[in-house]
């Protein structure tokens, strides 16, 4: 068989929840960043900081550069949550492979996405809010960090799930273009990784001290 084109080799990327319990004395909730994307396919949705796996690099130092490179933050406790499987239009032209899959022509791209949970480094400023200070170190590709709890994402990721009719595809590559996945919208919406998260893995949640495949 003749090696494929690089444009149709599937990629790895690797999304982090970095877990930090609740500033308030009164919940036992924790919290992770989540940060709207720019300037790349998936624009204005929100997702996880992390990025691509580099030759030779093992998930755990994948997610402690990838975190400093794009929050500041130095993070330990490094473990593998779960994978999923992701086939998405980039909605951007030479960005993909230029093909058609499920009646949608466009430059699609397949990814498997390693979702890591890791914790602060103990020595790391908080903030007034009492969170860990997380720096916009990417200006170019996020718009800005936010500390937010697995009960949103579940909220925001269920309402357009729902509205974009996605359930008939709850443990398979999700197919969706990208311009469902846009943000003409008034609620959040999310990455399409994060999405198959919630479609793939159910019952599958970031939580301190567990990590779970």
Not at 9 to 36: M, N, Y
Not at 120 to 139: F, H, I, K, N
Request: hydrophobic share 35%.
């Amino acid at each position: 068989m003749s090696p494929l084109p690089a444009n149709q080799v599937p990629r790895l990327g690797v999304a982090v929840f970095i877990l930090h319990p609740s500033s308030d004395p009164d919940s036992r909730e924790t919290k992770f960043l989540l940060g709207q994307r720019l300037g790349s396919h998936g624009a204005g949705t929100w997702a996880l900081p992390g990025g691509h796996l580099e030759f030779g690099e093992s998930f755990e130092e994948c997610t402690i550069r990838e975190i400093k490179e794009e929050t500041g933050l130095d993070v330990q406790d490094v473990g593998l949550l779960t994978i999923t499987n992701d086939v998405m239009e980039s909605g951007v032209v030479g960005k993909g492979w230029d093909t058609q899959i499920e009646g949608i022509q466009g430059w699609w791209m397949h990814y498997g996405t390693i979702f890591m949970v890791a914790t602060v480094d103990p020595s790391t400023r908080l903030g007034s809010d009492g969170m860990p200070q997380a720096e916009l170190m990417e200006p170019d590709k996020c718009s800005g960090w936010e500390w937010v709890t697995w009960q949103q994402l579940v909220g925001w990721g269920e309402r357009q799930i729902r509205d974009e009719g996605l359930e008939e595809q709850a443990g398979r590559p999700l197919m969706i273009s990208a311009t469902q996945n846009g943000d003409n919208d008034l609620h959040p919406r999310l990455f399409i990784p994060m999405l198959n998260l919630l479609l793939q893995r159910p019952g599958v949640e970031p939580t301190l001290g567990r990590q779970a495949w």
